[in-house]
Structures are given as C-alpha cells and as structure tokens.
C-alpha cells in the first residue's frame, strides 16, 4: 500500500492573460490521461499520477497531484513544469521561474512493525500506527525534487525499520572452519597490556586507545608486517601502493561511511592561515595555561575530511569515472597492498587494553577483476592468512561467514543464499581470557572481502564492454596479529616462532631506561 499526496506549485516568470485558463484546463486534462501516465505498467495506470485540483493565482499556477505506486506526484510535479515551460513560452514568452512541493504526504505500509521510534530528516511529522507510516515532508525545491528526496526518505524509513531486527553480525554468522583446540599452550593467561606497561615496552598516550610503541613491541609488529608482505602479498603479486589517509567528506559518503559516522574521527582545519586569526588562544593559553577547547571550536571549519577508516578508500576514488577492460583485468588483475601509516576508529573513550584501538596499523590489500577472478584472490590471501595464523604464529582461530561489511556499513543485513559465494569472511582467534575492552574471549584480527560491483556503481567506473566488473579487499592488522602472538607465546624472546625472530635478529631491542621508568 502506498498512496501519496502533494500540494505546491509551478511559479511563473510573469502572469498569464485570462485567455489562458482554458488552455491550462485543456493542459492538465490531456496530461492526467497521456503526459502522467507515462512509464506506469499496464493495467497499474490507476496508480500513476493525477493532477486532482489546480488553479492560477497572479504568476503562480498551484495544484495537488496524487498517484499510488507509479509515477510518483515529485515526478510527475517536474513533467508538468518542463511541459509548461515549452507551452507557455512558445505562445506567451512566459517561462517557469521554479517548482515548489509545499506539502507532501506519504502513507505506506512497512513489511515490519518498528521496535522502537524512528526519526527521519525533511519530515514534518512522522506517525506509525503497527506497520502502517504516515509521513509529512518539509518544503522541497526543484533541486530536491529531482535528487528523489521523497523516494530516498521513504527507502531510509523501511531501512531503519529493518535495522531495527538486526542485533549485529552474530545474527547472520556461520562458523566455516575451526582449529583444534591449542589454548592450553598459551604462555599468557589474561590480559597482557599491564606487564607490557610495566616493561616499557609500550606506554599509553594521552587520549584513550592511543599508545606510544617502544623498541620490543615495535619490533614485534614489523615482524608480523614483514611477513604479510614477504609470505601473502608478494607471493599473490600485489604491489605496494601509498594511499591518502585524509579522506573528502564526498568520497566517504560514496563510501558508505557516513553510516558508520559514530566511528570516524573526523578533521576540521582552520578558518584560516592568518596567524593573527589565533592570537587570542595563544593568549589564552599563555594565561591560563589550559588548552582553549571552545575558542578553537570557534577557529575551525565543519569537518572536511575523515581520517581513514579502512584504508581502501582512495583505492575506488582512484578509479572513479574510468572505464577498465575485463578482458585485460582476467589476465592481470588490479592488486595493490598499502601500509601508508595508522589507521584510526572511534572506539570509544573507554578502551583499556592493546586489543583494540583508536589508531592502529594495517595493511590493506585492494584489488579489481571480473567476479570470479576477484573471488580466487580473496580465497587466496585467505588461504595464506590461515597459513600464517596456524602454521607460523601457531593461534587457535576460527572462520566465520558473515554480513558483507559493505551492506553493514549501510546499516543492511543480508544472509548469504546457499547458491551463492560467501562476501565477507572474518579470522578470528580464540582467547584464554576476555578482553578488557569487551567481555569476549576471542579477537577478530582480519577480514576477507568480494564487493561485488557494490563500489564499481557508488564511483561509476565500468568496463568498456559493460561487463561486471568486482572489486575487493582485506584488511590484515599487525598491531593485533602482534597482540595475539605475544599471549601466545608470551614475553621471552627464546620462545618466540623463528619465523618472527627471522625478521628480528638475535636479540630482541631494549626499552629505554630511565630514572622513573619503567
């Protein structure tokens, strides 16, 4: 059920003579009947738009316009416009200066019933009565009309409905592989992060889930780094890659990142360049030797850019508008890695441990080629991921298929069909304790991605014959693949896996010394 309702009007540039009332009746007649009915399937025209009342008032000609399912009132509303425009300035030399929805009504019934209030933006008033909506709409413009404000309200509401039924990734999660058993070879029995404190090897830095990595531990993570790059990415031919860490508002949003916006620090720079702008927080500072919090939020402008997320995003920026040729991408597909710094999510103020963090690092591998060629890259750095994992570090892990992180981040949950390839796997090992930022005794540490042509559509790049053409990725952490190897192996170096002592040398750095600490 879907019925629909607007009310606005078509302003002109200048008033019609009275001779053209009659002609504007004969207008909206033949439109109803031809003009509106237009792309409405056969035997739905009774859906389709209706102008069901109109009147010229001085240089505006208001109206009202129904419609069911079909030819949305928004649509139809820019049809008469243009159409007008054509009439009217053919035999008067009147043109149409804008079109306005001043009201717009929406009733339709949702598959499911909320669970709990929803809000929408541009409505007026938004009721929900079992699964049955009613929606007001704020004043739209030309401009909104044609973006299908109306239609991208109505798709938000049914989507924040259905999120309302997804309780998060263990809903749609089935278990593909499993080790044997090994935690009782684990030398570390809880959290490791206190002991790593208190040999300073690591030490925390001012803001939550930030730390500063001393020689020991950081050597421990380039050893890791190491071994993804010799042992997964160069076997697979991937080639190293530097990608912009600083990401436009834009390019997040054909991400899907602003989905996810809770979980993105965000950048804003200043208003300006001119030192004399921030003499009065260097004042500030100098007299009350406090940092100015309110007066930089005065300095600086609404966020540009978000610090990355997830690595990847240049990587369909880069391609966005281009055309590609499958044919060539069959023989040898896009495979880029990058390791171009830390990556950063907001995890939240109260992180504890070196599990989870607000900066971190990565290395991504991003690669493109038509769908089946880009599901046997992904299953292949899976295969050496577990490889690394059971063989070289020696971790209990698990497999797991679960929502493609793609539709997660655009807040829809989908359960893989049995006919079809598994989009997201997730690597996660088993734990002898729970973390101390989450009551979990485990830690997913990678994750395996197939986009489909998810992000081929959102950055429009294509092949030159329009055939399909996928992209994907995966992300592998060394700062939490180095976190599980040293619970497993614990702190002295005479018991870590060769494979890490290979990349280290014979003996392990120091921490720094001094009089206070460690």
């Known amino acids: 059920m879907l019925h629909l309702k607007l009310d606005g009007y078509i302003e002109l540039g200048d008033d019609l003579p009275n001779e053209a009332q009659s002609e504007l009746n004969a207008f909206f007649e033949d439109a109803n ?48 416009s243009n159409s007008l425009s054509n009439l009217l300035g053919a035999k008067y030399h009147v043109g149409v200066r804008r079109t306005v929805a001043t009201n717009y009504h929406i009733e339709t019934e949702l ?40 239609d991208r309200i109505l798709r938000r509401l049914e989507e924040k409905v259905a999120a309302q039924y997804v309780t998060g990734k263990a809903e749609f999660t089935r278990t593909i592989e499993r080790s044997k058993k090994g935690l009782e070879k684990y030398k570390i029995r809880e959290d490791p992060t206190e002991t790593a404190v208190k040999l300073g090897w690591v030490k925390e830095f001012p803001g939550a889930g930030i730390w500063q990595i001393m020689p020991p531990y950081a050597a421990l993570i380039r050893a890791v780094e190491n071994i993804i790059i010799d042992d997964i990415a160069k076997p697979l031919g991937f080639q190293e890659v530097m990608l912009p860490r600083l990401i436009p508002l834009d390019v997040e949003m054909k991400k899907g990142h602003l989905g996810i916006a809770n979980e993105i620090i965000w950048a804003c720079p200043p208003i300006s360049r001119d030192p004399k702008e ?16 309110e007066l930089l939020q005065k300095k600086l402008r609404p966020p540009m850019f978000g610090l990355s997320y997830a690595q990847c995003e240049p990587f369909y920026e880069l391609f966005a508008q281009e055309i590609v040729d499958i044919e060539a991408l069959e023989k040898n597909p896009i495979k880029f890695y990058d390791k171009n710094g ?50 070289d570090l020696d971790l209990e892990y698990r497999i797991d298929a679960t929502t493609a992180v793609y539709l997660e981040h655009a807040g829809i949950t989908e359960e893989e069909k049995e006919e079809e390839f598994v989009k997201t796997y997730d690597l996660t090992v088993i734990l002898p304790f729970e973390t101390k930022s989450r009551p979990e005794a485990e830690l997913e540490i990678s994750s395996f ?49 060769k494979k890490i002592k290979k990349y280290i040398g014979e003996k392990l750095p120091e921490p720094p010394q001094t009089v206070t600490w460690p």
Request: aromatic fraction near 10%; glycine fraction near 6%.
């Open 111 to 150: 598959e499911k019933e909320p669970l709990e209030q929803v809000t929408i933006p541009f409505t007026k008033e938004l009721k929900i009565e079992g699964n049955k909506a009613y929606l007001s709409l704020v004043e739209m413009d030309e401009s909104e009309l044609k973006r299908n404000y109306p």
């Open 33 to 80: 009947q031809k003009l509106l009915k237009k792309g409405a399937p056969k035997g739905k025209e009774s859906e389709a738009a209706q102008v069901t009342q109109w009147s010229l008032k001085g240089d505006k000609i208001e109206l009202q316009i129904v419609s069911g399912r079909y030819v949305r009132p928004h649509s139809a509303i820019l049809r008469l």
């Open 449 to 497: 991605h197939v986009h489909t042509d998810f992000y081929a559509k959102r950055f429009h790049f294509r092949d030159k014959t329009r055939k399909t053409v996928y992209t994907g990725c995966v992300g592998i952490g060394p700062s939490r693949y180095a976190y599980v190897t040293l619970i497993r192996h614990g702190f002295n170096y005479d018991d870590w896996p």
């Open 278 to 293: 921030f003499e009065e927080i260097l004042d500030y500072v100098e007299i009350t030797s406090t940092p100015p919090v």
């Open 342 to 391: 830390p990556t950063w999510r907001w995890e939240g103020g109260g992180l504890k441990g070196l599990e989870r963090l607000n900066e971190f690092h990565r290395v991504e591998f991003v690669y493109m080629a038509p769908p089946e060629k880009c599901v046997e890259i992904r299953d292949q750095v899976l295969e050496k991921a577990i490889t690394m994992i059971d063989k």
